[in-house]
Structures are given as C-alpha cells and as structure tokens.
C-alpha cells in the first residue's frame, strides 16, 4: 500500500511539472478588455491638448482601465507601433501601402479609423500688421523666394521672416514639404523647435516670426490656454489665390475645406481584437469623443446627433 502511495505521489509531481513546463513556454494571455486593463499608444504632439482630454474623460468613465500616453512626432509613432511598444497612434494621414506591407510583413494587420478633419494655422507676432497670405505666398516663403517681410509687403518695417515648426518630424512639417512644396527642402530660413508651446513662445517674443501649429491650439475658446495663447499672438488669415477671400481655420471653412491647409486625422489599431486599444479607439470614434473633437475646434469624422423634442400639440 505504501509503494502504490509513492507511486502516486510521483505521478502528481511530474504531472504538475509538465503542466508548469508547458504553461511557462506559452505567452501569457493578454488580460486586458475595451475598458479595462493598460495600453500604450503613441499620439502626435500636434494633438496633445485634444487627447489629454479624451484620456482624461475615457479613465473617468472606465476606473479599471489605465491609458499610457507617448507624445512623439508623427516619424516616430509608426516605428514605435512595428515594435510593438504601442497599440494604437493617432496621425495626420493612413498609413502608406508600403507601410502596411511593413506591417503584414509581422503578421501585424492594422486597422485605421478617421476621427477628425483638422487645419494647420500660421500665427504672426502682434505687432505684424501682415495677417493675409495667399497660398503662392506661403510656398515661397518655405522655399526661401520671399525671405523678406519687405517682399510681402513693402511698407514692412520688420526683418527677415524665420518660419518655426514645432519639431523637424512633426506631421506640421511634413505635410507642408510634401503636400505644398511636392516634396521640396525648406529653405535655410525655416527651423524647428521641440514643441507647440515652444512655437507659440517664440512668434510672441519675436516680431519678424511665422509659427505653424495644428488648429486645436488656438480653437477652444473655452480653454483658457487657448485664450492666453490668442493674447500672445495673431492668427494669419489663408487665401486660394488673389482672387479668394482669405480666411482663418473655423470650422465651417475646414469641413467645406475652403481653408486651404486642411487634413484627416486617423487613428491607427494593430490591436485586432477587443482590447483596451480598440475600446479606446471606439470611444473617440463615438458619440462622447466626438463631441470633444467638435468643442476642440476640430470636425469630427462622424458628426454628432443631437436629439431635440418637439412638441406637436
């Protein structure tokens, strides 16, 4: 009876070895759900303000779920996504045939999302009288053709114009080489800072300066960055061409897309199945976060339906 015992024990042990073997080899299966659990994504920096507050109300809402947040140029959101050090980003554009090929090519099939219409705006110093450009306008000056405020206008009495982005791969920057200039260099007068709030520092503190930042910036008369921000500096009103009415980045002119410097703004899920990424991505793509992106100035990709009762009687 004692050896039939040992025997017995001995089967248990190995059998709980293997399954303990087995069970360590394997990858742990993911605990997270579309309202709990943590994940990390990348946003382009253009975008902060908007998704401070997104996060902000999606954790107030979901008290299990943790979202952490990377604030990167675009340049860096798609290769951050390939190594899996994030789930989902949010950019100006899809990603490119090429890039999904980059993707496949892991086993990786992301799914994009359009959530918004967004603009990128042009702010002068104050003391600039020289708030009306025209397209052709802008694209020489990025080329270095009209270097001068005195080209533009010749009553200027301000010096050379300095052209700011807020960083060298931000999404600002490369969807006014590749969509204005058809891929073109800037010229020697155009530099980058490290961020949004960098740019806005410098047109205020510099008279001869042209800032570009994305329109949520400057769009949420609400904010009371966003009003200290219009103190410091003057929005430039855009026209098509001579004959157009120049016009600032409202939201009507972004959805008719009359304002000529408009884009999509996407976000981007390698996370296929019901995860916190994808919970994520639902709720900004939904009725709440829709009505944030439309109160931050922006057009959301899906409008907002608002119920109104009628009485009938």
């Not at 089967?11 to 990390?40: H, I, M, N, Q, R």
């Not at 086993?107 to 918004?116: D, E, G, R």
């Not at 001579?242 to 304002?259: F, N, R, V």
């Not at 900004?284 to 109104?308: F, H, T, W």
Request: glycine share 6%; charged share 20%.
């Amino acid at each position: 009876m004692f050896k039939i015992q040992n025997i017995i024990v001995g089967s248990v042990v190995v059998a709980g070895t293997l399954f303990y073997s087995c069970s360590g080899d394997s990858k742990p299966e993911p605990t997270d759900t579309a309202t709990s659990g943590e994940v990390s994504i990348v946003v382009d920096e253009s975008f902060q303000k908007l998704f401070d507050n997104q996060i902000y109300t999606f954790h107030s809402i979901y008290k299990n779920a943790q979202i952490n947040v990377a604030y990167l140029p675009e340049n860096e959101a798609l290769g951050r996504m390939i190594n899996d050090s994030c789930k989902v980003v949010v950019m100006c554009r899809d990603i490119t045939a090429a890039e999904r090929k980059s993707f496949e090519a892991k086993n990786l099939f992301p799914i994009s999302t359009k959530i918004a219409e967004d603009a990128i705006v042009l702010l002068v110093n104050p003391e600039n009288m020289d708030t009306i450009l025209t397209v052709d306008q802008v694209k020489s000056i990025l080329l270095g053709n009209d270097s001068l405020w005195s080209q533009l206008n010749k009553n200027s009495k301000l010096e050379g114009i300095k052209v700011v982005f807020d960083n060298a791969g931000s999404a600002n920057a490369r969807y006014m080489r590749d969509t204005l200039l058809q891929g073109k260099d800037f010229s020697s007068n155009v530099f980058a800072v490290k961020s949004n709030p960098e740019v806005i520092e410098y047109v205020s503190t510099h008279k001869n300066a042209i800032g570009v930042l994305s329109v949520n910036w400057i769009s949420d008369i609400d904010d009371s960055l966003t009003t200290n921000t219009l103190k410091k500096v003057r929005v430039v009103a855009i026209a098509k061409d001579t004959a157009s009415e120049p016009l600032k980045a409202y939201q009507a002119y972004i959805k008719t897309k009359e304002y000529p410097f408009t884009r999509s703004v996407y976000m981007i899920n390698r996370q296929t199945r019901a995860g916190l990424g994808m919970g994520f991505v639902s709720f900004v793509a939904g009725d709440k976060g829709q009505l944030m992106i439309l109160k931050s100035g922006l057009i959301p990709a899906i409008a907002p339906i608002r119920l109104v009762k009628v009485n009938m009687e």
